[in-house]
């Protein structure tokens, strides 16, 4: 069977929880128009019918159906849903951090990761509320609560530390689009948890030495730019909505067995084959590496450890020492809710 027919033959129903928000509304718009979606249910708790009778004009292949919560609403959105991207909950205002957003967005994530295990247990999850190092370790506390956690379904999104990397180096890569070198972005989703590894660029280049530190704390601290700019109005949403599409998008391909597809995401390592090795080399048990994408999920977790940069071994170790607190914080939320 040639490419084309399986993508049209596989199903790939998709739902965004979060979709009236300010990523939600342009992730939705390009989910909408993706030939590879045939069914996007979109679920908030505002404003989702005229989101939905907005998009459905679009003649694109999705069918499109919106949500709130009365008339189980999230019940109806999730059942027969195989992908489900969350980017719903506060966002960061300038002097906030991500951790700051735990209390609110640490409840709603949990309420929608316990409808997800309830009406699409086996849905690929794609987690983008922040602090995304907390809660895709309470997305997981939730779906093994309910009996129903597969590691190699739960993604946390941290594809806009990838694509920033990708664009703020492109004057030492030289190429004309930026997206063409890829830049392994490990660790976690904030502030110093989040580790470029240049030295694993493909292709390689070369960044002089006086630049390093400044392009380091660019794309560890890039989001800030965006909060501060907004001045109020919030954070990053229609670059997040582009790098939430990205790696959704892939999640798709390779679930309609596209192969050699390679993230950086946020995943529960010893639940992914190779992830015990990182786990082991890193002390963290959620933790940002390149993944190999299958129909199954995270097919396999890519260690990239070996042989990285004194310069990035010091990045690493300031980012496990932030990264632990956050996944413990997100696990006791579930464990030990005070
Ligand atoms: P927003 O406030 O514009 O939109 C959030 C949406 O979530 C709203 O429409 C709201 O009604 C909805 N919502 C709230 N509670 C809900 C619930 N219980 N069920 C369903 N929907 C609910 O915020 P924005 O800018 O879209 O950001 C959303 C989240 O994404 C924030 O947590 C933000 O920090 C995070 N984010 C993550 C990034 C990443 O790289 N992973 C980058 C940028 C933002």
């Not at 509320?129 to 809660?135: A, C, D, H, I, L």
């Not at 995943?267 to 015990?276: C, K, M």
């Not at 590496?289 to 990285?308: F, H, M, Q, R, S």
Request: glycine letters at 10%; one cysteine or more; charged letters at 20%.
């Amino acid at each position: 069977m040639v490419k084309a027919d399986l993508q049209e033959l596989t199903r790939s129903p998709t739902a965004v929880l979060g979709a009236s928000g300010g990523i939600g509304q342009p992730l939705s718009l390009l989910l909408k128009a993706c030939p590879l979606v045939d069914e996007l249910a979109l679920y908030d708790v505002v404003n989702t019918p005229g989101v939905t009778a907005d998009l459905s004009h679009i003649s694109s292949v999705a069918k499109i159906s919106g949500y709130l919560p009365k008339d189980d609403g999230l019940k109806h959105a999730l059942t027969g849903t195989d992908i489900v991207v969350i980017p719903a909950g506060i966002p960061r205002k300038p002097g906030m951090t991500r951790d700051d957003l735990f209390k609110i967005n640490a409840g709603i994530v949990r309420d929608l990761v316990e409808g997800i295990a309830k009406h699409c247990p086996k849905a690929f999850v794609l987690i983008i509320s922040n602090p995304v190092n907390s809660t895709v370790p309470i997305a997981a506390e939730v779906l093994k609560a309910a009996g129903v956690f597969d590691a190699k379904r739960l993604f946390g999104v941290t594809t806009l530390d990838v694509v920033r990397a990708e664009t703020f180096t492109q004057k030492y890569t030289g190429q004309k689009n930026p997206a063409h070198t890829k830049i392994p972005v490990i660790g976690g989703h904030s502030g110093e948890t989040i580790v470029p590894i240049f030295s694993k660029a493909s292709p390689s280049f070369t960044i002089p030495d006086d630049k390093y530190d400044d392009l380091i704390k660019r794309v560890q601290f890039g989001g800030d730019e965006v909060v501060q700019a907004k001045d109020g109005a919030g954070s990053a949403t229609l670059s997040m909505a582009y790098a939430g599409y990205r790696f959704a998008e892939s999640v798709i391909k390779a679930a309609k067995g596209e192969k050699g597809i390679i993230e950086p995401t946020f995943i529960y390592l010893p639940g992914v084959v190779g992830g015990e090795e990182i786990a082991e080399a890193t002390g963290v048990q959620f933790f940002s590496t390149p993944v190999e994408l299958g129909p199954n999920g995270a097919e396999k977790a890519i260690n990239i450890l070996d042989g990285i940069t004194d310069k990035e071994s010091r990045l690493l170790e300031a980012c496990k020492a932030g990264l632990q607190g956050n996944i413990l914080k997100g696990v006791d939320f579930i464990k030990s809710p005070v």
